[in-house]
């Protein structure tokens, strides 16, 4: 027996809570390089803590609509941002923390040109490609001590499209 999560749209209201939505939004911050390039400046809240940061690229495995979705984790110590380098949808799963467990989940679809910023210990399913390449730039945490927990689910939900 597993619950449904229907996808909606990732917008930067609906992903507030969670952190930012990394994308070209409105008009540039500042105009630069000759006129020939358009900054949109400091997009993210990249607490590290303790730490420092880091970029690594994840090369993760596509997965399918359906999505089954047994756990969710976060990182106590610091933010972690995903920037894909392919222009595919790929799924971000949020929730906040309720007593130290997730709360509410919410499925979204990321579109081309997205990309995330889960702000520090915020509860997030790993990422998730739903085709290849699923290449991610990710910006995290560098440091001591244990910057993961993860939270298993008794009954797993179901990730759905809303099309379904
Ligand atoms: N564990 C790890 O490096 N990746 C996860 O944090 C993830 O969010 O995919
Ligand atoms: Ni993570």
Redesign the pocket.
């Known amino acids: 027996m597993s619950r449904e999560l229907i996808l909606q749209p990732l917008t930067a209201e609906a992903f507030a809570p969670f952190g930012e939505v990394l994308e070209v939004r409105g008009a540039p911050d500042k105009i630069i390089n000759q006129e020939l390039c358009g900054r949109h400046h400091d997009l993210a809240d990249l607490d590290f803590g303790t730490g420092r940061a880091g970029i690594?690229i994840?090369n993760?495995t596509p997965r399918t609509l359906p999505f089954t979705l047994d756990m969710v984790?976060r990182?106590p110590e610091g933010a972690?941002a995903?920037i894909p380098m392919h222009q595919n949808p790929y799924l971000v799963v949020v929730a906040p923390d309720d007593a130290g467990k997730p709360g509410a989940l919410q499925a979204f679809l990321a579109g081309p040109g997205q990309g995330v910023n889960?702000r520090r210990n915020t509860w997030?399913?790993?990422?998730c490609p739903l085709s290849a390449p699923g290449l991610f730039a990710?910006v995290?945490r560098i440091g001591d001590g244990d910057n993961?927990e993860e939270h298993w689910f008794d009954t797993p939900w179901e990730v759905v499209d809303a099309a379904t």
């Open positions: 690594s994840f993760a984790e990182h972690q995903f889960y997030h399913a790993v990422c990710v995290d993961l």
